[in-house]
């Protein structure tokens, strides 16, 4: 994570749900994470965290079928913005100040023992050493400049039996690099992520169970030329789903 990527983050945080990709994108991640999870009672127990949580998207559409979620960015706009949600009480907003088991969490995170992890959303207490049932992260990792030592967090951030699930769209050739437009490639670190690369990574990150599949399929509007900042042909990017489990 750079800076350019927080100046980025934070400057985008309040119009960041007005984007009908964004909104679409996690709705359809939110579907792919659902299929792959066990049903309730089990995922009803589950404490989940939710790294590179933006405004929160994933996280709010998930608090209904956990016990908790742990949302973390290292963008203060954005946290500021699920802060925003979870406290408002307008008829305008779904969340309407109603979900209690959401923790908006300020930070970079690398280290799993990082004691902004510790409280516990549900009863507010800190508990020393917490770890998690479920990691998710959507759209995150084509930010990240080096892909092991965020897998390696992830790892350290499960309980024992842990999953991770992460969804980004993926680099399926020259077209994926039209994702962003030209004006928007600041904090871009890569076009998309690789299968393989994704398998290499989980598994050098100690996971077991590693599977990478298409996840879903979504059509986007992209700029008729590079850098021209006008938007008209639709691409269909295709979206990987990169799972593994700690032992
Ligand atoms: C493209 S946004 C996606 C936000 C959200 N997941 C969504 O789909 O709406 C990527 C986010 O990841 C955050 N991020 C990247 N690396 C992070 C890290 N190590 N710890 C916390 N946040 C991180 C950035 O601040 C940014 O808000």
């Known amino acids: 994570m750079t800076t350019a990527n927080t100046t ?3 400057a985008e945080a309040l119009s960041w749900d007005t984007n009908p990709s964004v909104q679409l994108a996690t709705a359809l991640a939110h579907k792919a994470y659902l299929a792959r999870l066990p049903p309730p009672p089990t995922l009803s127990t ?5 790294l590179g949580c933006g405004t929160g998207l994933l996280s709010l559409a998930l608090a209904p079928s956990v016990r908790s979620v742990t949302a973390v960015d ?5 946290i500021a913005a699920l802060e925003s949600k979870l406290s408002s009480s307008s008829p305008d907003n779904n969340t309407a100040g109603t979900v209690k088991n959401v923790r908006a ?12 992890l510790a409280t516990d959303p549900v009863t507010g207490h800190p508990q020393q050493g917490r770890r998690f049932d479920l990691v998710v992260s959507h759209l995150v ?7 092991l030592p965020l897998f390696q967090t992830i790892h350290g951030c499960l309980a024992p039996g ?16 039209k994702f962003h437009p030209e004006g928007k ?6 076009h998309g992520v690789e299968r393989g690369a994704m398998r290499a990574l989980l598994e050098g990150a100690g996971f077991v169970d590693v599977k990478v599949e298409t996840a879903f399929e979504m059509a986007k509007q992209v700029e008729t030329e590079p850098g021209s900042g006008v938007v008209g ?9 990169c799972e593994g489990r700690r032992v």
């Open 8 to 10: 980025r983050f934070n």
């Open 46 to 50: 589950y404490n989940v965290l939710d």
């Open 74 to 78: 290292a963008a203060e706009g954005m």
């Open 105 to 116: 969490v300020h930070a970079l995170l690398t280290d799993p023992s990082d004691p902004c």
């Open 141 to 147: 990792l084509h930010h990240i400049p080096s892909l």
């Open 162 to 177: 842990g999953r991770v699930m992460v969804t980004d769209f993926e680099d399926f050739g020259p077209d994926a690099r």
């Open 185 to 190: 490639m600041d904090g871009v670190e890569r």
């Open 233 to 241: 042909p639709v691409v269909v990017f295709p979206f990987l789903i």
